[in-house]
């Protein structure tokens, strides 16, 4: 699978939208783009996955750029429960039910 | 119900104790992962179940042992573990089709070895 490169923490203002961006420039065109998030204590948890278009759903959308290098999670209108670990990772076929978790992005919503 | 549940969620063990953790899943998931999660890391896959068959073992050492006694009930037996085995144990579950699917994690198993 792509290897993916999350900036190691960022700060988001509660209330304004939080922009996670990850770099996947080795993706190849059957991986997908998934995104969970860990808040402390808890179990990861599934937020959104793409392909190739933009996705959105009740928790966040998704942009995947069109050379699918990139890609940025967005929650539109961060809350104080938003602050947890954001992984980006990147899956294919090959890898069949084998997630890979990389570091991922602290995020820290402040009032 | 989108749950998966762990029990215990904490356990203190002694490096000749055998325990097991325990988890459940009522989605009709057919795939079942425990992970470790060692403080401030990232979680790491250990083993997948699917179709209540072990298909994937990342080397984990043989005192970790293993279970799928039917498609919603995993468990993990644990015999003469290091003190270094101490972490946060993690469950999923997901459909068990090989693209597109999400994977449902449990709270974990908070495991200290004394």
């Known amino acids: 699978d792509a290897k993916t490169t999350q900036p190691t923490s960022m700060d988001c203002a509660e209330g304004r939208a939080a922009n996670l961006p990850c770099n996947h420039s080795?993706?190849?065109?059957?991986?997908?783009v998934y995104w969970y998030r860990q808040i402390h204590s808890q179990g990861p948890q599934y937020i959104i996955h793409g392909l190739k278009n933009n996705e959105t759903n009740e928790m966040a959308s998704l942009i995947i750029t069109e050379d699918r290098k990139s890609s940025t999670l967005i929650l539109p209108h961060a809350t104080l429960r938003d602050t947890a670990v954001y992984y980006c990772?990147?899956?294919?076929?090959?890898?069949?039910?084998?997630?890979?978790f990389g570091g991922g992005t602290r995020v820290l919503v402040k009032p | 119900d989108t749950e998966v549940t762990q029990t215990p969620k904490h356990l203190v063990m002694g490096m000749t104790n055998k325990k097991s953790l325990k988890c459940e899943q009522h989605?009709?998931?057919?795939?079942m992962y425990w992970y470790k999660q060692k403080a401030k890391k990232p979680p790491e896959l250990m083993f997948v179940?699917?179709?209540?068959?072990?298909?994937i073992n990342e080397s984990v050492p043989s005192r970790f042992s293993p279970e799928c006694p039917n498609s919603s009930l995993l468990n993990l037996h644990l015999h003469a573990l290091q003190p270094e085995d101490s972490a946060l144990y993690l469950c999923?579950?997901?459909?068990?089709?090989?693209?597109?699917?999400?994977?449902?994690f449990g709270p974990g198993t908070r495991l200290t070895v004394t």
């Open positions: 179940y699917s179709y209540e068959k072990l298909s």
């Open positions: 999923a579950s997901s459909q068990g089709r090989v693209e597109g699917h999400e994977q449902y």
């Open positions: 989605m009709g998931h057919r795939a």
């Open positions: 080795t993706i190849s065109g059957n991986e997908y």
């Open positions: 990772i990147v899956k294919g076929r090959a890898a069949g039910n084998k997630l890979t």
